[in-house]
């Protein structure tokens, strides 16, 4: 069966706006990145937003709880701001056992050169198709249980909370 | 413990010589992939040998044998070019066990733009650090056995041997 | 003799701050383009600030006519944000005779991946060794005399003013 | 009046074949540059040809020249290999005058990361629209006269040749 990838935005689908010089949404870089990984894991996209994480409300945390808990796959990779990727771990945890849920993020929109996005999808995707049923954060080439993660908000990177 | 990454060559490392138009190796690019991907997991780095896949001979599989299995890492991951990985992935798995041995590479070289090597990458460490112990191919998002894997030579997809 | 090129900022020069999500300025590409262009033409680079154009002050384009006047070489080229430059070139033009001074930068910044910098850099280089003394904008493949040349805010393209 | 711009081939547009791992010609990449230098210059591009410059007979040569002798524009900018450029050069000075002719190139592919053929492009547009009728080669951020002007073989840089 397909891994399911939730798009929910972040800094890995932020463009820059060359008439006012700030960054927005336009659309998910997910398929160009999938086509230069000669990705073949057959995959199935679905944006279910596109906001940065820090503007993510309850309202949407559930948005993304139904459509995981709704979909037929059991393998789920969700793209997602950073800053609160941790939160967001954390309530798919409560709400859905049973399926393997890997989320990732960027730190440099994968628009601009020197993004880590390739590497993190590349990682996410592995991790969803070995790691048993759980929720997971995949970054700096890691992985951590929901209930242990934190991103470290003075370095960028991500490490236990325990 | 660090996980151990020994460097072969491959079309990975190849580098454009301008003054000839030909492909070359100078040294490998590892280094800057996992600064790229904001890498925290504690690897090693060893450069075995710089070379074609098509020109890797007994001696040099032997010389990689050697060194996986006197490494005191049992996570291992191999840069390889892309033609006889499975090969080699064939003469590891008769000569190692209990070692989690994951061969990557690219179809591209990392020096130019659109290459696979970041997702490669990002998706060999995940893998190496999920999977049981055995000797794998990880390409193309998937992860193969060494017992069933090749390289299909018209599209330069992996896909399965059996 | 060298050909004189001064920084003062722009979008050319920004960088994304992964922390925060901002851009900022940390110090001039300008010598990595011109490696990458193999350039071979003499200069001598001088970073005169690192601002945002729509913050220079009067201050500020006083201290870069003094810098313009008070250097040996007699082409220069100034690399300068876009929403002031025709301004900036305006203040040069009225203050400054017998050199060949040429402003240019970019709607994305160089170390992002679709920068037109290099492009621009390029154009500008050969445009102060080709163009009679005066000051020009040089944008979009194009050149503009001081006095005839604004940025459409709209399109954020330079097009003649008369 | 546009530009006219003949592409003939060389490094410039050469890329990389992933299954055999050797350098071909599909396309120029001329309109993509142009796109990323945000280039508004009319310019009309034809692809003559699309060949190693080492490869380039008397007749290919001639139908440039015919190509540059019946084209409606007098300024025209010509990508072609380094390595015979400059040979190039003096067959259309011999037969072409009162046209502004620039020849170009790069050291490195245009797909490829790193690039001269960016700041290359932009320095030939810059330089057609304002030096005199003639014939000239472009790189290194210089311009030659067609008979001043030899690519060194043992750095890859244009030099003057008296």
């Known amino acids: 069966m397909a891994i399911r990838i939730f798009i929910t935005g972040g800094t890995f689908d932020k463009e820059y706006n060359e008439l006012n010089g700030e960054l927005f949404f336009k659309d998910t870089h997910m398929h160009d990145l999938l086509e230069m990984g000669r990705n073949k894991v057959p995959v199935a996209i679905t944006t279910l937003m596109l906001i940065d994480s ?75 198709q070995s790691l048993q049923p759980g929720v997971y954060v995949a970054m700096n080439g890691r992985y951590f249980n929901w209930d242990n993660v934190r991103k470290n908000k003075d370095t960028g990177i991500f490490e236990e909370s325990k």
């Open 54 to 128: 820090l503007e993510m409300t309850d309202k949407d945390r559930e948005w993304i709880v139904h459509q995981c808990r709704q979909c037929a796959e059991n393998k789920i990779v969700i793209t997602h701001g950073t800053d609160t990727m941790a939160e967001t771990a954390g309530v798919l945890a409560k709400n859905i056992k049973n399926k393997t849920i890997v989320l990732t993020g960027a730190m440099i929109p994968i628009k601009f050169g020197s993004s880590d996005g390739l590497f993190n999808i590349g990682g996410a995707l592995a991790f969803v």
